[in-house]
């Protein structure tokens, strides 16, 4: 795989001779997104172009309506390594401003998709808007390609069981705990990375030593609870069971996200890792004593093993 340019900043972007563009946000890189990107890829192949993609930082949620709290799918570090592994060439980040948010349609095209990308192939989703107010609609675009010489190709959405694929359908599923669904809209089951911290050792103690992670700041938490999940280290994967919540048996504290990882024995402290999400299992509860936790866990480590089977069969299938 070659390597990707990463420019921000039009004015430090060099246009490559033919670029083939595309332009969004692309939180989560979901089915949707991915087909987007295929079509760049595969267009920039057959005409000897280079695939670009345009995003932003900040969102334009932060600037546009920065009350909102915004939270995401993805980190900047796994929005960049997915894009390589689609083959992108060259991501531009355009930073998000008032004074962008204020052109219009027509000098978005203008002064940034002509004269600072120059744009000669561009793929979007057939609801895309831009300009001031979301102003610009693909007819807009299709009529301003004409004046300005490039060619547009509006994707149709991508369905799954029926539903359109988006970012904040899927958000909602995870913050919902339909990992499950989730899975199926984003094409992978949805993670969460962290560096593993040192805890209080209550788990040890009981028979169930856990990783423990902070929870990333600015990212799309599933709720409270247990859930069957699949932990990453060093590119080997680990069947485990997972908890997010406070600890509320022992009073309430910090909330982390906890991994036990089932058959084997991990120092882990220092390490990086990845956690996926396959299916939860229960909400968080009040155990009596630390015995009557102890022993809903046998019952939850049961309960993943079943549901990592059934994903694992799922997958072959």
């Not at 595309?22 to 005409?47: K, P, S």
């Not at 979301?134 to 807009?140: E, F, K, Q």
């Amino acid at each position: 795989m070659t390597r990707m340019k990463v420019t921000r900043g039009v004015a430090a972007y060099i246009p490559p001779p033919y670029p083939v563009l595309t332009i969004g946000n692309f939180d989560g890189q979901h089915r949707g997104h991915l087909a987007l990107l295929q079509a760049v890829v595969e267009a920039a192949r057959a005409t000897g172009g280079t695939p670009v993609v345009l995003t932003f930082d900040p969102h334009p949620v932060r600037i546009l309506a920065p009350q909102v709290e915004l939270r995401f799918l993805t980190s900047m570090e796994e929005k960049l390594e997915r894009f390589a592994k689609a083959g992108v060439a060259e991501v531009v980040f355009l930073e998000f401003t008032p004074a962008l948010a204020a052109l219009t349609p027509e000098e978005f095209v203008r002064q940034v998709l002509c004269e600072a990308i120059g744009v000669r192939e561009l793929f979007v989703g057939d609801h895309f808007a831009f300009g001031k107010g979301r102003a610009g609609r693909v007819a807009d675009l299709q009529r301003l390609a004409v004046r300005y010489g490039f060619r547009v190709h509006p994707m149709p959405p991508v369905r799954v069981d029926g539903e359109i694929v988006s970012s904040t359908r899927i958000r909602q599923l995870v913050q919902e705990g339909e990992m499950a669904k989730a899975t199926r809209l984003l094409g992978r089951p949805y993670a969460l990375s962290g560096v593993v911290v040192r805890g209080e050792h209550r788990g040890q103690s009981m028979g169930w030593p856990t990783a423990n992670l902070h929870l990333p700041p600015g990212r799309v938490i599933p709720p409270d609870g247990v859930y069957a999940t699949i932990m990453v280290w060093r590119e080997r994967t680990f069947p485990s069971v997972a908890y997010i919540g406070t600890r509320p048996t022992f009073g309430s504290g910090e909330r982390l996200l906890e991994v036990y990882v089932l058959d084997e024995a991990l120092d882990l402290y220092g390490q990086e890792v990845s956690v996926r999400f396959i299916e939860r299992l229960r909400g968080d509860q009040v155990f009596a004593s630390a015995e009557e936790l102890a022993a809903r866990i046998t019952v939850d480590v049961s309960l993943a093993r079943a549901s990592l089977g059934r994903a694992s069969q799922a997958v072959d299938s």
